[in-house]
């Protein structure tokens, strides 16, 4: 019999081969021939889509929540922003979790930990507070705060107003790797045992305690917006900005050079006016919350239009460009550092 007859001979009888396909799945097998392309596709294939959420639509929808919830009946009273293309899992990206949290004046939530890594980014309102291992941080708008996995922490206000802040955290993935734990405080409030800007002195000037040690997080607690801000206008002075990324400075853990958080890379990024870059994607999927001034974003083939507290979800390998009319600041993160230390991360400047 010669090979090409053998090979006839295969196509020739389908349900045969169908028959076969269902003794394998009771017998739990599987033809690798059938899923291979799927399992190793040619690219990234996100299931995560394009996405803006306007601040102005979901802030009476958080203001509402208010009304009808309190922080501590809720726990944490947050609108999770959910990704169009993964509905129900609360996911912004295929590997990330984002929500809005509002805290009313007097309130609070109660104090737990968790092996999930988050960041606050604080969006609007001033004097809210945000406690971690026995240190409170005051929250101001632009303030970029870390809550290091499984440390206790709780929230709480002394503000006047609504204060809302967008937590990050790496959700999705310890979900998958099947690693999550949690614990509940025994009380609300954790006890506080440092003064506030203790960790600032120890770690956030440039300066390390003489025998500091290399941590897996950031020991700095809060990256104030001011001084983010500052550094990033005084680079406009000397130099031009990166043709895809613009004046770009990443949150750094002082203790090893690594990113802030191990599993989030996170950065502050300023576009003068007029400025357009060039296209770019990177197999890392993103959040963007617009700070200051407007942004046009183009992302796979749709164009948004942000106002400052707006957020965009960049699915991974999707080329974007931004395009700022006026100077436009604004907080990125990503799952960038786990593809970095797993040698998966690529970019593909256009
Ligand atoms: C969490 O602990 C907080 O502590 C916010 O404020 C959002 C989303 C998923 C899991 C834990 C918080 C969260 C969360």
Redesign the pocket.
């Known amino acids: 019999m010669s090979q090409a007859h053998v090979a006839t001979a295969h196509h020739a009888e389908p349900g045969k081969l169908d028959d076969y396909y269902q003794t394998l799945k009771s017998e739990n097998l599987g033809p690798l021939w059938v899923s291979l392309k799927g399992l190793v596709p040619s690219e990234p294939r996100p299931k995560a889509v394009p996405h803006a959420w306007e601040y102005a639509k979901v802030r009476p929808r958080l203001l509402q929540a208010g009304e009808l919830i309190t922080a501590e009946e809720a726990?944490?009273r947050?609108l999770?922003l959910e990704n169009p293309g993964l509905p129900g899992v609360?996911q912004i990206t295929d590997t990330i979790?984002a929500?809005l949290?509002l805290i009313l004046p007097g309130e609070v939530?109660p104090a737990?930990r968790?092996s999930?890594s988050?960041l606050?980014f604080v969006i609007e309102g001033t004097g809210a507070f945000?406690a971690v291992d026995g240190e409170r941080t005051t929250m101001h708008p632009g303030d970029f705060i870390i809550?290091p996995a499984w440390t206790w922490?709780?929230?709480g206000s002394a503000a006047d107003a609504p204060v809302v802040w967008m937590?990050g955290?790496d959700?999705p993935l310890v979900r998958f790797l099947g690693t999550g734990f949690?614990e509940e405080y025994h009380d609300n409030a954790q006890i506080i045992t440092r003064p506030e800007g203790d960790s600032d002195a120890r770690f956030g000037s440039g300066l390390l305690p003489l025998d500091a040690c290399s941590t897996h997080t950031s020991p700095i607690f809060n990256y104030p917006y001011d001084r983010t801000r500052d550094a990033l206008h005084r680079l406009t002075r000397s130099g031009d900005p990166d043709p895809r990324h613009g004046y770009a400075l990443r949150y750094v853990n002082p203790t090893n050079g690594d990113w802030a958080i191990p599993t989030i890379a996170t950065s502050m990024r300023l576009l003068p006016a007029s400025f357009s870059t060039k296209p770019y994607r990177s197999t890392d999927g993103a959040v963007l919350v617009l700070v200051e001034g407007n942004l046009t974003a183009r992302v796979g083939d749709i164009a948004f239009e942000l106002d400052a507290k707006d957020v965009l979800a960049i699915p991974a390998w999707t080329e974007h460009t931004f395009e700022a009319s006026e100077d436009a600041v604004f907080f990125m993160y990503s799952d960038r550092p786990v593809h970095e230390k797993l040698g998966l991360w690529r970019e593909q400047k256009g």
């Open positions: 726990e944490r947050v999770v609360s979790y929500g949290q939530a737990h968790h999930q988050a606050r945000t809550t922490h709780d929230h937590d955290l959700v949690r």
